[in-house]
């Protein structure tokens, strides 16, 4: 059973501050984290609206609603349960989260391993974000998480230290989709550490106002939005630091179609499919594909100096 | 044995009669579209149904290309003759459903938005080759009728040999289509190769030498019974 009754209908910008404090102390009730009340209301969480593009951008067609909860928790890329995305939902139903934790280490002064209690600690924020898939789709998802950047900061990286490797989950009697031995499990990403810590990079533990669902990568995974989907690696349990740039799992299967970068661009086609349109899902009719999925004048300086259709 | 003969003679006698296998023939032939309405009507397509649609024909077209394309390697292995009177028909459905997969993407996913749908279908070999095996079977849909089997004579028998070709280019099409890659043998391929295997294996059976083999086979089995 779906929990899309249970997910409130409001728009991104009808999240109120309120409304978001309510809905996580529900989580945290949930969670058994009862400490944590105090500190998080002290943090008091901010709704941002770093989601929104610039409103003179001729090229957005329309406002972006969040997309509906039922369909952000029914459709999904998660080829660690099943490479069909509605099947991904009732796979993932009996994965276990708890307990969680994520060690991180690499080229740092402090490393360590971070319970996913500790994590929740870092300053709570409410991000609603575009998501573009590489196939072509997009969506419009309401966050909530922690900065990507105060957790790399909190454990201090040496100053060789420049990529950022991710590591999730390899456990092939719950992720049923790890007996495929043609890819490369587990899955594993990457990011440059000026990326890492740009305020828009979001490790995400809840979706909707409600504890991240099995299907959407729980209980933490990245967000990078200005980036294609398959950047946003699920189920973390390994974060390091390093000098090298990591290999990453698409990369490794077809280096030739998905880049290390994977900057959405309408102008940087996939091999083999134009990148210039997306379909919204739930809409009718396609919508042109931003540059950066939108995010361009936060993050396009970090790429000045690249050609983007090399760097793809 | 000349299975154009079994062909002629076949047909003759079944022409028009209602046989259970008939019957079989168009209930499988019109399942796929059924389905795909009443998925339609119950709002049961998923999140994103134009894609659910789209890739449900297209599957539906490739199942239908490699049934038409088993017919004869089966006559061959088991001497089920009936099968050959259904080639034609089943043919006709991979027909049917690429153009209504093709229908889906230009008209309903594009929006008949020419100038982005000729992007998308000649930029790309990916949806190129989808196109190249779609224009073939409306070739050969067209010159099914037996009109055009008398007038293309010994040609035409060459002529629907393509059917072949359009199978390879629409599981290379169905490859691409998904998030893999061939040459590594990595990713999301296993469905594509395994039809890839099963349209080599159809087109091995119709090597001359190996279908004499398998007759012989057959018929001398027969015999010492």
């Known amino acids: 059973m779906r929990k899309n009754t249970a997910a409130p209908s409001i728009s991104a910008s009808e999240i109120t501050p309120k409304a978001v404090y309510l809905s996580r102390r529900d989580f945290i009730k949930s969670a058994g984290l009862l400490a944590g009340i105090s500190a998080l209301a002290a943090c008091g969480i901010r709704a941002e609206a770093v989601g929104e593009p610039p409103d003179a951008n001729p090229a957005k067609p329309a406002a972006d609603e969040p997309t509906p909860y039922y369909s952000i928790t029914g459709y999904n890329n998660y080829y660690e349960f099943s490479t069909d995305k509605e099947s991904v939902a009732p796979l993932s139903q009996g994965f276990s989260t708890d307990p969680w934790s994520v060690e991180v280490g690499g080229l740092v002064h402090k490393p360590g391993t971070f319970p996913l209690e500790e994590l929740l600690e870092f300053e709570q924020v409410d991000r609603a974000y575009r998501l573009r898939c590489v196939e072509g789709w997009s969506m419009v998802i309401p966050w909530q998480g922690f900065e990507l950047g105060r957790l790399i900061a909190a454990v201090e990286p040496m100053t060789s230290a420049r990529y950022v490797r991710f590591t999730a989950l390899m456990d092939s009697d719950q992720m049923p989709g790890q007996r495929n031995t043609l890819f490369p499990w587990p899955y594993n990403e990457g990011l440059r550490l000026d990326e890492a810590y740009h305020s828009l990079t979001l490790i995400a533990t809840s979706l909707y106002g409600e504890p991240l669902p099995n299907q959407n990568g729980a209980p933490l995974r990245l967000v990078v939005p200005w980036k294609y989907g398959f950047k946003s690696i699920k189920a973390i349990v390994r974060i390091d630091l390093t000098e090298e740039q990591p290999p990453t799992l698409w990369n490794t299967i077809a280096p030739h179609e998905y880049g290390f970068y994977a900057n959405v661009n309408p102008f940087v086609d996939h091999p083999r499919w134009s990148q210039a349109s997306e379909r919204r899902i739930g809409e009718l009719t396609r919508r042109p594909t931003l540059l950066f999925n939108g995010y361009e004048a936060e993050v396009a300086s970090m790429y000045s100096d690249m050609d983007l259709s090399v760097d793809y | ?225």
Request: charge should be positive; include cysteine.
């Open chain 2, 1 to 225: 044995m000349d299975s154009s003969l079994v062909d002629e003679t076949g047909r003759d006698r079944e022409r028009g009669r209602a046989t259970r296998l008939r019957v079989l023939v168009h209930g499988l032939g019109l399942l796929p579209a059924a389905s795909v309405l009443v998925r339609v009507l119950d709002g049961d397509l998923g999140a994103n149904p134009i894609q659910a649609t789209e890739q449900a024909l297209g599957r539906a077209a490739l199942y239908f290309l490699l049934a038409s394309l088993a017919c004869t390697p089966l006559n061959t292995v088991f001497g089920w003759r009936e099968l050959l009177n259904h080639r034609r028909t089943l043919g006709l459905y991979a027909f049917l459903y690429a153009s209504l997969h093709f229908y889906t993407f230009s008209a309903v996913d594009y929006g008949l938005n020419w100038t982005l749908s000729k992007e998308a279908i000649f930029d790309k070999p990916f949806t190129l080759v989808g196109f190249i095996a779609g224009f073939i079977l409306l070739v050969l849909a067209i010159t099914s009728f037996d009109a055009w089997k008398e007038r293309l004579g010994r040609h035409w028998k060459s002529l629907h040999r393509l059917a072949y070709l359009a199978g390879g280019m629409t599981i290379l099409h169905y490859t691409w289509a998904k998030k893999g890659n061939l040459l590594s043998l990595s990713g999301d391929i296993l469905q594509p190769v395994l039809s890839g295997l099963l349209l080599l294996l159809l087109l091995a059976l119709r090597i001359p030498f190996i279908r004499r083999r398998l007759a012989a086979h057959r018929s001398g089995s027969r015999r010492t019974r």
